[in-house]
Protein backbone atom coordinates (compact mmCIF):
# COMPACT_ATOMS: atom_id res chain seq x y z
CA UNK A 1 0.00 0.00 0.00
CA UNK A 2 1.49 3.69 -0.93
CA UNK A 3 -0.70 7.19 0.71
CA UNK A 4 0.71 9.85 -0.02
CA UNK A 5 -1.09 13.51 0.85
CA UNK A 6 -1.07 17.38 0.59
CA UNK A 7 0.34 19.49 0.29
CA UNK A 8 2.77 16.48 -1.32
CA UNK A 9 -0.41 15.07 -3.56
CA UNK A 10 -1.89 18.60 -5.03
CA UNK A 11 -5.64 17.30 -5.65
CA UNK A 12 -5.47 15.71 -2.72
CA UNK A 13 -5.04 12.46 -0.65
CA UNK A 14 -3.71 9.74 -2.76
CA UNK A 15 -3.77 5.71 -2.08
CA UNK A 16 -2.96 2.98 -4.05
CA UNK A 17 -3.13 -0.92 -3.19
CA UNK A 18 -0.92 -3.38 -4.96
CA UNK A 19 -2.56 -6.63 -4.64
CA UNK A 20 -1.55 -9.88 -5.76
CA UNK A 21 -4.55 -12.59 -6.24
CA UNK A 22 -4.41 -16.09 -4.51
CA UNK A 23 -4.77 -17.74 -8.04
CA UNK A 24 -0.45 -18.13 -9.13
CA UNK A 25 -0.41 -17.94 -13.14
CA UNK A 26 0.99 -21.08 -14.53
CA UNK A 27 3.27 -21.42 -17.48
CA UNK A 28 0.70 -23.28 -18.98
CA UNK A 29 -1.55 -20.06 -19.06
CA UNK A 30 0.97 -18.04 -20.31
CA UNK A 31 1.21 -20.08 -23.49
CA UNK A 32 -2.59 -19.98 -23.64
CA UNK A 33 -2.50 -16.38 -23.02
CA UNK A 34 0.05 -15.89 -26.01
CA UNK A 35 3.03 -14.27 -23.87
CA UNK A 36 5.84 -17.24 -24.35
CA UNK A 37 5.53 -19.87 -26.76
CA UNK A 38 5.67 -23.50 -25.94
CA UNK A 39 9.18 -23.75 -27.47
CA UNK A 40 10.56 -20.75 -25.50
CA UNK A 41 9.15 -22.46 -22.33
CA UNK A 42 10.70 -25.46 -23.20
CA UNK A 43 14.24 -23.85 -23.26
CA UNK A 44 13.58 -21.66 -20.30
CA UNK A 45 12.46 -24.66 -18.31
CA UNK A 46 15.61 -26.90 -19.23
CA UNK A 47 17.93 -23.82 -17.87
CA UNK A 48 16.01 -23.40 -15.06
CA UNK A 49 16.98 -27.12 -14.11
CA UNK A 50 20.24 -27.14 -14.59
CA UNK A 51 20.91 -24.04 -12.48
CA UNK A 52 21.34 -21.48 -15.48
CA UNK A 53 21.49 -17.80 -13.72
CA UNK A 54 18.56 -15.54 -15.33
CA UNK A 55 17.53 -11.64 -15.11
CA UNK A 56 13.87 -11.10 -15.54
CA UNK A 57 14.01 -7.45 -17.12
CA UNK A 58 10.68 -5.33 -17.93
CA UNK A 59 8.76 -2.12 -16.73
CA UNK A 60 6.76 -1.46 -13.97
CA UNK A 61 3.71 -4.22 -14.42
CA UNK A 62 4.67 -5.92 -17.51
CA UNK A 63 4.92 -9.06 -15.53
CA UNK A 64 8.11 -9.92 -14.17
CA UNK A 65 7.06 -11.05 -11.23
CA UNK A 66 4.52 -13.60 -12.41
CA UNK A 67 7.43 -14.57 -14.86
CA UNK A 68 9.29 -15.35 -12.07
CA UNK A 69 7.46 -17.51 -10.79
CA UNK A 70 6.49 -19.15 -13.45
CA UNK A 71 9.51 -19.86 -13.76
CA UNK A 72 10.10 -20.86 -10.22
CA UNK A 73 8.03 -23.90 -10.86
CA UNK A 74 10.49 -25.91 -12.56
CA UNK A 75 13.29 -25.56 -9.63
CA UNK A 76 13.80 -29.03 -8.39
CA UNK A 77 11.88 -30.23 -5.47
CA UNK A 78 15.02 -31.12 -3.14
CA UNK A 79 16.74 -27.45 -3.67
CA UNK A 80 16.87 -25.14 -0.56
CA UNK A 81 15.82 -21.56 -2.26
CA UNK A 82 15.90 -17.98 0.22
CA UNK A 83 14.07 -15.30 -1.43
CA UNK A 84 14.81 -11.84 -0.57
CA UNK A 85 12.10 -9.32 -1.44
CA UNK A 86 11.17 -6.01 -0.12
CA UNK A 87 7.71 -6.93 -0.22
CA UNK A 88 6.40 -10.36 -0.07
CA UNK A 89 4.82 -11.44 -3.72
CA UNK A 90 7.03 -13.89 -4.46
CA UNK A 91 4.66 -17.50 -4.49
CA UNK A 92 7.18 -20.37 -4.83
CA UNK A 93 5.49 -23.60 -4.56
CA UNK A 94 8.06 -25.55 -3.34
CA UNK A 95 8.72 -27.18 0.15
CA UNK A 96 12.10 -26.07 0.98
CA UNK A 97 11.78 -21.88 0.65
CA UNK A 98 13.08 -19.39 3.59
CA UNK A 99 11.38 -16.51 3.04
CA UNK A 100 12.92 -12.60 3.83
CA UNK A 101 11.03 -9.67 3.55
CA UNK A 102 13.17 -6.18 4.29
CA UNK A 103 12.26 -3.87 7.09
CA UNK A 104 12.14 -0.19 7.12
CA UNK A 105 13.05 2.50 9.22
CA UNK A 106 11.23 3.46 12.49
CA UNK A 107 10.35 7.08 13.19
CA UNK A 108 13.06 7.31 14.67
CA UNK A 109 14.91 5.99 11.85
CA UNK A 110 16.39 3.23 13.34
CA UNK A 111 16.10 -0.47 13.05
CA UNK A 112 16.12 -0.72 9.17
CA UNK A 113 16.86 -4.05 7.39
CA UNK A 114 17.74 -3.69 3.73
CA UNK A 115 18.13 -6.50 1.21
CA UNK A 116 22.13 -6.37 1.33
CA UNK A 117 21.73 -7.40 4.81
CA UNK A 118 19.58 -10.26 4.65
CA UNK A 119 21.95 -11.45 1.19
CA UNK A 120 24.47 -11.62 3.81
CA UNK A 121 22.27 -13.50 6.10
CA UNK A 122 20.92 -15.85 3.22
CA UNK A 123 25.21 -17.05 2.61
CA UNK A 124 25.06 -18.52 5.72
CA UNK A 125 22.19 -20.39 5.33
CA UNK A 126 24.12 -22.22 2.60
CA UNK A 127 21.04 -22.00 0.12
CA UNK A 128 20.68 -24.22 -3.37
CA UNK A 129 19.95 -20.55 -4.87
CA UNK A 130 18.84 -16.79 -4.20
CA UNK A 131 15.78 -15.57 -5.93
CA UNK A 132 15.85 -11.61 -5.02
CA UNK A 133 12.72 -10.18 -6.19
CA UNK A 134 13.57 -6.90 -7.22
CA UNK A 135 17.78 -5.83 -7.54
CA UNK A 136 17.25 -2.23 -7.19
CA UNK A 137 20.31 -0.63 -4.99
CA UNK A 138 23.66 -1.66 -3.63
CA UNK A 139 22.61 -5.24 -3.03
CA UNK A 140 23.24 -5.85 -6.59
CA UNK A 141 26.80 -6.37 -5.92
CA UNK A 142 26.47 -8.74 -3.50
CA UNK A 143 24.20 -10.57 -5.86
CA UNK A 144 26.58 -10.91 -8.12
CA UNK A 145 29.75 -12.05 -5.93
CA UNK A 146 26.96 -14.70 -4.74
CA UNK A 147 26.01 -16.09 -8.41
CA UNK A 148 30.16 -16.30 -8.81
CA UNK A 149 30.56 -17.98 -5.84
CA UNK A 150 28.87 -20.90 -5.72
CA UNK A 151 24.90 -19.98 -5.95
CA UNK A 152 24.09 -21.22 -9.40
CA UNK A 153 20.77 -20.67 -10.73
CA UNK A 154 19.74 -17.82 -8.94
CA UNK A 155 17.14 -15.39 -10.10
CA UNK A 156 16.44 -12.02 -9.92
CA UNK A 157 13.91 -9.20 -11.90
CA UNK A 158 15.00 -5.42 -12.63
CA UNK A 159 13.20 -2.44 -14.24
CA UNK A 160 14.62 -1.92 -17.90
CA UNK A 161 13.55 -1.91 -21.22
CA UNK A 162 15.76 -4.20 -22.84
CA UNK A 163 18.69 -6.48 -22.33
CA UNK A 164 21.42 -4.08 -22.30
CA UNK A 165 19.68 -1.20 -20.48
CA UNK A 166 19.67 -3.97 -17.69
CA UNK A 167 23.11 -3.98 -17.67
CA UNK A 168 23.80 -0.56 -17.74
CA UNK A 169 21.37 -0.27 -14.30
CA UNK A 170 22.91 -2.98 -13.09
CA UNK A 171 26.21 -1.49 -13.54
CA UNK A 172 24.78 1.81 -11.92
CA UNK A 173 23.49 0.00 -8.66
CA UNK A 174 26.82 -2.02 -8.20
CA UNK A 175 28.33 1.56 -7.96
CA UNK A 176 26.09 2.22 -5.23
CA UNK A 177 27.83 0.54 -3.14
CA UNK A 178 30.53 3.12 -2.67
CA UNK A 179 33.29 0.83 -3.63
CA UNK A 180 36.01 1.91 -5.63
CA UNK A 181 35.46 -0.80 -8.91
CA UNK A 182 36.56 -0.10 -12.11
CA UNK A 183 33.97 -0.44 -14.69
CA UNK A 184 35.88 -3.47 -16.54
CA UNK A 185 35.91 -5.28 -13.32
CA UNK A 186 32.07 -4.62 -12.80
CA UNK A 187 31.07 -6.32 -16.71
CA UNK A 188 33.48 -9.01 -16.20
CA UNK A 189 31.61 -10.23 -13.03
CA UNK A 190 28.17 -9.54 -14.75
CA UNK A 191 29.30 -11.25 -17.50
CA UNK A 192 30.42 -14.26 -15.67
CA UNK A 193 27.62 -14.14 -12.95
CA UNK A 194 24.32 -13.93 -15.56
CA UNK A 195 23.94 -16.59 -18.46
CA UNK A 196 20.28 -15.66 -19.37
CA UNK A 197 18.17 -12.38 -20.09
CA UNK A 198 14.35 -12.69 -20.15
CA UNK A 199 12.65 -9.40 -21.55
CA UNK A 200 9.00 -8.76 -21.07
CA UNK A 201 7.12 -6.25 -21.74
CA UNK A 202 3.62 -4.49 -21.27
CA UNK A 203 2.27 -3.79 -24.78
CA UNK A 204 -0.36 -1.14 -26.10
CA UNK A 205 -3.20 -3.33 -25.76
CA UNK A 206 -2.61 -4.54 -22.29
CA UNK A 207 -1.27 -7.98 -23.35
CA UNK A 208 2.30 -8.94 -21.79
CA UNK A 209 4.80 -11.00 -23.80
CA UNK A 210 8.12 -12.48 -23.40
CA UNK A 211 9.48 -10.18 -26.47
CA UNK A 212 13.74 -11.30 -26.08
CA UNK A 213 15.26 -14.12 -24.69
CA UNK A 214 19.18 -13.35 -24.82
CA UNK A 215 22.19 -15.03 -24.10
CA UNK A 216 25.11 -13.43 -22.25
CA UNK A 217 27.73 -13.72 -24.57
CA UNK A 218 30.88 -12.24 -22.35
CA UNK A 219 32.26 -8.75 -22.26
CA UNK A 220 33.20 -6.79 -26.27
CA UNK A 221 33.98 -3.70 -26.84
CA UNK A 222 33.66 -2.67 -23.03
CA UNK A 223 30.52 -3.86 -23.04
CA UNK A 224 28.32 -6.80 -22.61
CA UNK A 225 27.45 -8.95 -25.26
CA UNK A 226 24.09 -10.34 -25.65
CA UNK A 227 22.46 -12.25 -28.75
CA UNK A 228 18.99 -13.14 -28.61
CA UNK A 229 17.69 -16.39 -29.06
CA UNK A 230 13.80 -15.76 -29.11
CA UNK A 231 12.59 -12.90 -29.79
CA UNK A 232 8.64 -11.27 -30.29
CA UNK A 233 8.15 -9.76 -33.65
CA UNK A 234 5.70 -6.51 -33.83
CA UNK A 235 3.88 -6.67 -37.32
CA UNK A 236 1.01 -4.21 -36.53
CA UNK A 237 -2.55 -3.62 -34.97
CA UNK A 238 -5.29 -5.58 -35.46
CA UNK A 239 -9.03 -3.91 -36.52
CA UNK A 240 -9.73 -5.28 -32.66
CA UNK A 241 -7.05 -3.09 -31.65
CA UNK A 242 -4.96 -5.91 -30.10
CA UNK A 243 -1.06 -6.30 -31.32
CA UNK A 244 -0.06 -8.29 -34.07
CA UNK A 245 3.03 -10.06 -34.46
CA UNK A 246 5.26 -13.40 -34.34
CA UNK A 247 7.11 -15.28 -31.98
CA UNK A 248 10.39 -16.24 -33.69
CA UNK A 249 13.88 -17.85 -33.41
CA UNK A 250 17.13 -15.49 -34.42
CA UNK A 251 18.78 -18.59 -35.38
CA UNK A 252 21.56 -18.17 -33.70
CA UNK A 253 22.71 -22.02 -32.00
CA UNK A 254 22.79 -20.89 -28.29
CA UNK A 255 26.31 -21.53 -26.26
CA UNK A 256 24.53 -22.59 -23.74
CA UNK A 257 22.88 -25.66 -25.48
CA UNK A 258 26.52 -27.06 -24.14
CA UNK A 259 25.79 -26.52 -20.77
CA UNK A 260 21.98 -28.22 -20.93
CA UNK A 261 24.11 -31.45 -22.73
CA UNK A 262 26.26 -31.69 -19.95
CA UNK A 263 23.24 -32.11 -17.95
CA UNK A 264 22.16 -34.90 -19.78
CA UNK A 265 18.78 -32.21 -21.82
CA UNK A 266 19.44 -32.65 -25.36
CA UNK A 267 16.77 -30.14 -27.00
CA UNK A 268 15.37 -30.76 -30.30
CA UNK A 269 16.65 -28.20 -33.32
CA UNK A 270 12.71 -27.60 -34.34
CA UNK A 271 12.77 -25.79 -31.19
CA UNK A 272 14.96 -23.20 -32.77
CA UNK A 273 13.22 -23.04 -35.75
CA UNK A 274 9.87 -22.41 -35.18
CA UNK A 275 7.62 -19.01 -36.03
CA UNK A 276 4.44 -18.44 -33.79
CA UNK A 277 2.00 -16.33 -35.65
CA UNK A 278 -0.22 -14.14 -33.04
CA UNK A 279 -3.36 -12.18 -33.88
CA UNK A 280 -2.53 -12.99 -37.76
Known amino acids: ?79 RVITIEDTAELQLQQRHVVKFETRPASM ?11 LHTALRMRPDRIIVGECRGAEALDMLQAMNTGVEGSMTTIHANSPRDAF ?14 PSRVILQQTASAIKLVVQISRLQDGSRKVINISEVRGVKDERIEVRDI ?30 LKVHGIELPASIFEEVVDVNL
Open 1 to 79: MNAIIPPLALDGPSLSIRRFGRHVITSEEMIANHTITKSMLRFLAACVETKTTILISGGTGSGKTTTLNALSRFIPEEE
Open 108 to 118: TKEGSINQRQL
Open 168 to 181: SRLEAMVLMSDLDI
Open 230 to 259: FLFERLGISDDGKVKGRFRSSGERPAILDR
